[in-house]
């Protein structure tokens, strides 16, 4: 089993809907969750990230962690044709921050 | 502002070739990675330097070797490249901002092994 399990998609949905990504994790020591979209046949870049559990909103976008369930969230609110890329959720411990385990990422494409 | 750059973009090898894929960061930051990408598989560690002068194993460092040549520059070398390290190779590099290792990452080497 994977520390971290994301759905691959692909993730299809019209241009100003509300989209949800998750990914579970079964290491209880994860501290930091980040996100990272990744376009393609580019890097990916850091989106935003959460320590603990909790919310965090920056724009269209909000990070959710439910420590108590090992499941996190990425949500994309009035979602626009640039979203489309994929998007990685990534974790690490507090005792270990230099090692980041990344999900597969999930592809999502959003049409005009 | 070129944070990290990874030469070549594009490499195509015949098995049992070598090569050395290069990457530099201007950002200042100690520590510097290694990634693969593989489709299903996401991205998988394969060589860290938490700075200059250190490299540690990561989850793949099967058939590579890496070198920190100074604080700016990582490269990863394949002494006898194989079919299965075909892959998109990823370089980046961290700073440490409020308790997180934030990860910048190069546009990656598309690597072929015939």
């Known amino acids: 089993q994977k520390e971290v399990e994301q759905d691959p998609g692909p993730l299809s949905v019209p241009e100003g809907a509300i989209v949800s990504l998750n990914c579970t994790y079964s290491?209880?020591?994860?501290?930091?969750f980040m996100w990272y979209r990744q376009y393609s046949r580019k890097g990916p870049e850091l989106l935003m990230y959460t320590y603990s559990s909790g919310n965090k909103e920056d724009g269209r976008f909000t990070a959710q962690v439910d420590k108590s369930s090992k499941y996190i969230s990425l949500f994309i609110r009035d979602s626009q044709p640039s979203d489309s890329a994929t998007y990685l959720c990534?974790?690490?411990?507090?005792?270990?921050?230099?090692?980041?385990?990344f999900g597969t990422g999930t592809r999502l494409q959003v049409f005009p | 502002n070129a944070g990290v750059t990874q030469t070549p973009k594009f490499q195509v090898l015949k098995t049992g070739q070598s090569m050395t894929l290069q990457c530099a960061q201007d950002?200042?930051?100690?520590?510097m990675y290694w990634y693969r990408q593989d489709p299903g598989m996401g991205l998988r560690l394969i060589y860290y330097s938490a700075s200059e002068g250190t490299t540690d194993k990561g989850e793949v460092p099967n058939g590579y070797n890496v070198s920190r040549l100074n604080k700016r520059e990582f490269s990863l070398r394949l002494e006898s490249a194989a079919p299965s390290q075909t892959s998109v190779y990823f370089c980046?590099?961290?700073?440490?901002?409020?308790?997180?290792?934030?990860?910048?990452f190069g546009a990656g080497t598309r690597l072929s092994v015939l």
């Open positions: 990534a974790m690490s411990p507090l005792y270990n921050t230099d090692k980041l385990i």
């Open positions: 290491n209880s020591a994860f501290q930091y």
């Open positions: 950002m200042n930051h100690n520590s």
């Open positions: 980046a590099s961290s700073e440490r901002s409020g308790g997180v290792n934030i990860q910048y």
